[in-house]
Nanobody, 126 residues
């Protein structure tokens, strides 16, 4: 059974940092893509960042330069370092993993990912 468990969310002031972790069990994410999506209250879920099986990172424009995605293959874990956080980053963050190879043109598509975590809340206050 595949499980993705996120941790590291919380409450932080604007300008602060958080590091989200995603522990994967029952599935080895190499060579498949891993990603983070988020959903703010009253808004649709949106792509945040992805890491291809080859280790290439991709970011939404809204987080580029502030967020960094990384993976630890030995620990079967993925991380999202979030710096210079803004109130508009407030959302539930979901870790996701693909079951099949994903073309880079589709990394931002929810349908590309089979496995989803339960999410972790990130709240950024003024």
């Amino acid at each position: 059974q595949v499980q993705l468990v996120e941790s590291g969310g919380g409450l932080v002031q604007a300008g602060g940092s958080l590091r989200l972790s995603c522990a994967v069990s029952g599935h080895t994410f190499i060579p498949y893509a891993m990603a983070w999506f988020r959903q703010a209250p009253g808004k649709e879920r949106e792509f945040v960042s992805a890491l291809t099986g080859g280790g290439s990172p991709y970011y939404a424009d809204s987080v580029k330069g502030r967020f960094t995605i990384s993976g630890d293959h030995a620990k079967n874990a993925v991380y999202l370092q979030m710096n210079s956080l803004k109130p508009e980053d407030t959302a539930v963050y979901y870790c996701v993993s693909a079951k099949y190879l994903v073309d880079t043109n589709y990394l931002q598509e929810e349908a590309a990912y089979t496995y989803w975590g339960q999410g972790t809340q990130v709240t950024v206050s003024l």
